[in-house]
């Protein structure tokens, strides 16, 4: 359509053929096929339209393969009629659908050298690929193992695209999926008539976790089990929608199939994933991990792999023992899931082999275009599997993308570069903040400080304006509310920086050296700060459901301090404003001042004791559980900031403090420290570290710096 050009079809032999359309080669370009629909709508051609003008930025990761078969371009009848009656694509070649790859049998026989890392590699490919159709606004619906192919190197490709539910961000119209497979259907449309339904990306990630749930599980779908009642075993559809999941923390009328891989051959942290997903996603959705948190966490279990040395195609988590591969070898009799080469060399795979098998190449790894019109691609891999873990090129999280903007890799978790990358963060966090909360004491207490009072308003100005443009240039125009929170971020970001070059430069003017000490002592304190954030793991690692003991204990320190500092500072609040209140005019500096100290120490004192009191309510399982299902960026991000980061501040703070009082004296040649002013240190320390954290904590928890 947009070409003009004319195409050729071989309607003799088509690719493929369904209930909607045939798919054919197209003579000019091999690369291409060409999708024609037995009856084409109005419909059809608009849902087309609509995907062709707002593609997805799609994971890439070689040429001639796409991670999402998407329409590149429309096809219409040549005439006066133009009716659009098909659309072009990239043609997927060298693939099978992947089911072949997650059954053992097929894949012994088919892909023996595909192991348990090709499997990591698949599933983290695949929530990549997820990812990059929800970051657009678009729902696939339809998951399922028929829709979804992989090569011999791990890559993949959604194909069936014009299925998927499609929105026109201009008129509101939701082109709807009507068809589902109820082995990937969620709970909360089981028994749904979909062609009525507008889905949501919470339905997708019920079937993606199924699917990632069946690749490191060899091909055991999550709510298969024996059953354990009276009468016949209820199908699959009712096991799904009343959440009986064998390996759930409560008690369900299954228990895993003997032939199933054990439960705890999944890294730790993809475990808990799959609790959030099938027990406490059951009854609700938003609970779910969302595609961007797959990906990290495939990521992060696919790192931990080693290598057995019985038999190199063998790899399993560095957190068991023993190689569970070479007992589940025994187990069925000799036909091991990950034959070695020798085995695969001699046909023990089961495979007649009338040759010799050609090694296959190492599993390559989705990557982001820098451009739309060039493919990044990966390093041209070495012949055979020679490769060590830790080798692997790291994969691109495809994270706010729109059809404008490339990708942005996220910094990764852990290791050295992400702690030094958060603690120079934190160190520039730091001495903003304090730059502009004594630019702000000054603009209300001196009275020369108009000055900061007007570059405040022109910073807030200047931050709408900005927000705007971010808002028009890179947001697409169906997500209103993050247009809408681009304002709101662009003034506060506005003011915050005018109020710190303004304090700066009120303070060189005036000769302030408080700003300067206050500038100091935000970047000390900001260092500090995002050197401990950096060394602590993500709030969904932490374990789901009712823990004791000394997990429990953990865990109820963190709410212990959160909700001690909170507590306190409200209380400490209270009773210095209840005199200003009873008729004590107490002049605006000192009541600030003692406003401050009072907020800081009832804070401190509240903070501790709720560490200590939550530490003993929580070894004998009485701590809440952790918000484990908010995803950790935006609002539910901004929340776990402050719970995380209340305890760590608090925690880092106390420690910090008690040291630094302890040691001063030593240094200035005085006696030792009393020990009611070490203690007076540990709290009103621990009180500054509470609050700071509950701030830092919610600003970096919001920006996603996990």
Same mark, same amino acid.
């Given at each position: 359509?947009?070409?003009?050009?004319?195409?050729?079809?071989?309607?003799?032999?088509?690719?493929?053929?369904?209930?909607?359309?045939?798919?054919? %080669?197209?003579?000019?370009?091999?690369?291409?096929? %060409?999708?024609?629909?037995?009856?084409?709508?109005?419909?059809?051609?608009?849902?087309?339209?609509? !995907?062709?003008? !707002?593609?997805?930025?799609?994971?890439?990761?070689?040429?001639?393969?796409?991670?999402?078969?998407?329409?590149? @371009?429309?096809?219409?009848?040549?005439?006066?009629?133009?009716?659009?009656?098909?659309?072009? !694509?990239?043609?997927?070649?060298?693939?099978?659908?992947?089911?072949?790859?997650?059954?053992?049998?097929?894949?012994?026989? *088919?892909?023996?050298?595909?192991?348990?890392?090709?499997?990591?590699?698949? &599933?983290?490919?695949?929530?990549?690929?997820?990812?990059?159709?929800?970051?657009?606004?678009?729902?696939?619906?339809?998951?399922?193992?028929?829709?979804?192919?992989?090569?011999?190197?791990?890559?993949?490709?959604?194909?069936?695209?014009?299925?998927?539910?499609?929105?026109?961000?201009?008129?509101?119209?939701?082109?709807?999926?009507p068809v589902g497979k109820p082995e990937f259907t969620p709970p909360e449309l089981q028994g749904q008539t979909f062609r009525n339904i507008d889905r949501t990306p919470e339905h997708d990630l019920f079937g993606l976790a199924v699917l990632i749930f069946q690749l490191l599980m060899e091909g055991t779908h999550p709510f298969a089990g024996v059953y354990q009642g009276s009468g016949e075993p209820p199908p699959i559809e009712i096991r799904i929608k009343s959440g009986y999941f064998p390996y759930a923390l409560k008690r369900v009328p299954f228990r895993p199939m003997p032939a199933a891989p054990p439960w705890d051959i999944l890294h730790p942290t993809l475990r808990q994933m799959f609790l959030r997903c099938f027990e406490e996603g059951n009854q609700n959705p938003v609970n779910r991990p969302d595609a961007k948190s797959w990906v990290s966490a495939l990521k992060e279990a696919e790192d931990a792999l080693v290598t057995c040395h019985k038999n190199t195609q063998h790899k399993y988590g560095n957190h068991l023992?023993?190689?569970?591969?070479? @007992?589940?070898?025994?187990?069925?009799?000799?036909?091991?899931?990950?034959?070695?080469?020798? &085995?695969?060399?001699?046909?023990?795979?089961?495979?007649?082999?009338?040759?010799?098998?050609?090694?296959?190449?190492?599993?390559?790894?989705?990557?982001?275009?820098?451009?739309?019109?060039?493919? *990044?691609? =990966?390093?041209?891999?070495?012949?055979?599997?020679?490769? *060590?873990?830790?080798?692997?090129?790291?994969?691109?999280?495809?994270?706010? !993308?729109?059809?404008?903007?490339?990708?942005?890799? =996220?910094?990764?978790?852990?290791?050295?570069?992400?702690?030094?990358?958060?603690?120079?963060?934190?160190?520039?966090?730091?001495?903003?903040?304090? $730059?502009?909360?004594?630019?702000?004491?000054?603009?209300?207490?001196?009275? @020369?400080?108009?000055?900061?009072? /007007?570059?405040?308003?022109?910073?807030?100005?200047?931050?709408?304006?900005?927000?705007?443009?971010?808002?028009?240039?890179?947001?697409?125009?169906?997500?209103?509310?993050?247009?809408?929170?681009?304002?709101?971020? /662009? $003034?506060? =970001?506005?003011?915050?920086?005018?109020?710190?070059?303004?304090?700066?430069?009120?303070?060189?003017?005036?000769?302030?050296?408080?700003?300067?000490?206050?500038?100091?002592?935000?970047?000390?304190?900001?260092?500090?700060? #995002?050197?401990?954030?950096?060394?602590?793991?993500?709030?969904?690692?932490?374990?789901?459901?009712?823990?004791?003991?000394?997990?429990?204990?953990?865990?109820?320190?963190?709410?212990?301090?959160?909700? /001690?500092?909170?507590?306190?500072?409200?209380?400490?609040?209270?009773?210095?404003?209840?005199?200003?209140?009873? #008729?004590?005019?107490?002049?605006?500096?000192?009541?600030?001042?003692?406003?401050?100290?009072?907020?800081?120490?009832?804070? #401190?004192?509240?903070?501790?004791?709720?560490?200590?009191?939550?530490?003993?309510?929580?070894?004998?399982?009485?701590?809440?559980?952790?918000?484990?299902?908010? *995803?950790?960026?935006?609002?539910?991000?901004?929340?776990?900031?402050?719970?995380?980061? =209340?305890?760590?501040?608090?925690?880092?703070?106390?420690?910090?403090?008690?040291?630094?009082?302890?040691?001063?004296?030593?240094?200035?040649?005085?006696?030792?420290?009393?020990?009611?002013?070490?203690?007076?240190?540990?709290?009103?320390?621990?009180?500054?570290?509470?609050?700071?954290?509950?701030?830092? #904590?919610?600003?970096? /928890?919001?920006?996603?710096?996990?």
């Amino acid at each position: 359509q947009f070409s003009g050009q004319l195409i050729t079809l071989d309607t003799r032999s088509a690719i493929a053929s369904g209930g909607e359309g045939r798919i054919y %080669a197209v003579l000019q370009n091999p690369s291409l096929v %060409a999708k024609i629909y037995h009856k084409p709508t109005d419909e059809d051609a608009d849902k087309l339209t609509v !995907m062709f003008s !707002m593609p997805p930025d799609a994971p890439i990761a070689a040429p001639g393969h796409a991670s999402i078969a998407w329409p590149i @371009d429309l096809l219409r009848t040549a005439g006066t009629t133009e009716k659009i009656v098909g659309f072009l !694509m990239p043609r997927v070649t060298k693939v099978a659908p992947i089911h072949t790859f997650y059954t053992p049998k097929t894949r012994r026989e *088919q892909k023996p050298l595909f192991n348990y890392l090709y499997l990591h590699r698949t &599933a983290r490919n695949l929530a990549a690929a997820v990812n990059a159709l929800h970051v657009r606004g678009y729902v696939i619906g339809d998951v399922n193992e028929s829709n979804i192919l992989v090569t011999d190197t791990a890559l993949v490709t959604l194909v069936d695209t014009d299925s998927f539910q499609v929105r026109d961000p201009y008129t509101g119209y939701v082109y709807r999926c009507p068809v589902g497979k109820p082995e990937f259907t969620p709970p909360e449309l089981q028994g749904q008539t979909f062609r009525n339904i507008d889905r949501t990306p919470e339905h997708d990630l019920f079937g993606l976790a199924v699917l990632i749930f069946q690749l490191l599980m060899e091909g055991t779908h999550p709510f298969a089990g024996v059953y354990q009642g009276s009468g016949e075993p209820p199908p699959i559809e009712i096991r799904i929608k009343s959440g009986y999941f064998p390996y759930a923390l409560k008690r369900v009328p299954f228990r895993p199939m003997p032939a199933a891989p054990p439960w705890d051959i999944l890294h730790p942290t993809l475990r808990q994933m799959f609790l959030r997903c099938f027990e406490e996603g059951n009854q609700n959705p938003v609970n779910r991990p969302d595609a961007k948190s797959w990906v990290s966490a495939l990521k992060e279990a696919e790192d931990a792999l080693v290598t057995c040395h019985k038999n190199t195609q063998h790899k399993y988590g560095n957190h068991l023992k023993a190689c569970p591969w070479c @007992d589940r070898a025994k187990l069925l009799k000799g036909r091991d899931p990950f034959p070695s080469r020798s &085995a695969v060399r001699s046909g023990q795979n089961l495979q007649p082999m009338k040759a010799k098998r050609k090694q296959q190449a190492p599993p390559q790894i989705v990557t982001v275009p820098q451009q739309r019109s060039q493919m *990044q691609t =990966s390093p041209t891999p070495q012949r055979g599997l020679t490769r *060590q873990l830790g080798q692997y090129p790291v994969p691109l999280i495809v994270t706010g !993308m729109s059809h404008r903007t490339p990708a942005v890799q =996220s910094p990764p978790i852990g290791g050295f570069r992400g702690f030094v990358q958060d603690t120079v963060w934190g160190t520039a966090w730091g001495g903003l903040c304090l $730059a502009a909360i004594a630019g702000g004491i000054y603009a209300a207490t001196d009275r @020369d400080g108009g000055a900061i009072l /007007g570059a405040i308003f022109v910073g807030t100005i200047w931050g709408i304006f900005f927000g705007v443009i971010w808002g028009v240039l890179t947001v697409p125009p169906n997500q209103v509310g993050r247009k809408w929170a681009g304002i709101f971020l /662009g $003034a506060i =970001s506005g003011a915050l920086l005018l109020t710190a070059i303004g304090g700066v430069v009120f303070g060189a003017i005036n000769n302030k050296p408080e700003i300067g000490e206050a500038i100091a002592t935000g970047l000390c304190a900001g260092t500090f700060w #995002g050197a401990v954030w950096s060394g602590f793991k993500p709030p969904w690692a932490m374990p789901v459901g009712r823990v004791w003991g000394r997990q429990g204990a953990f865990l109820g320190m963190i709410w212990g301090v959160f909700l /001690g500092a909170i507590a306190g500072a409200l209380l400490g609040l209270g009773f210095a404003i209840w005199p200003e209140l009873n #008729g004590k005019n107490t002049p605006p500096v000192e009541l600030a001042t003692l406003l401050v100290q009072v907020i800081v120490i009832s804070a #401190g004192l509240g903070s501790v004791g709720g560490c200590l009191g939550g530490a003993l309510l929580g070894a004998f399982g009485a701590a809440p559980k952790l918000p484990a299902a908010f *995803q950790p960026s935006g609002g539910k991000g901004a929340i776990l900031g402050t719970i995380w980061g =209340s305890f760590l501040g608090a925690i880092a703070a106390a420690i910090l403090g008690g040291v630094l009082s302890a040691a001063l004296p030593v240094f200035n040649s005085t006696p030792p420290v009393e020990v009611g002013t070490l203690l007076g240190a540990i709290v009103s320390s621990a009180g500054l570290g509470a609050i700071w954290g509950i701030i830092s #904590g919610a600003v970096w /928890g919001a920006l996603a710096r996990w």
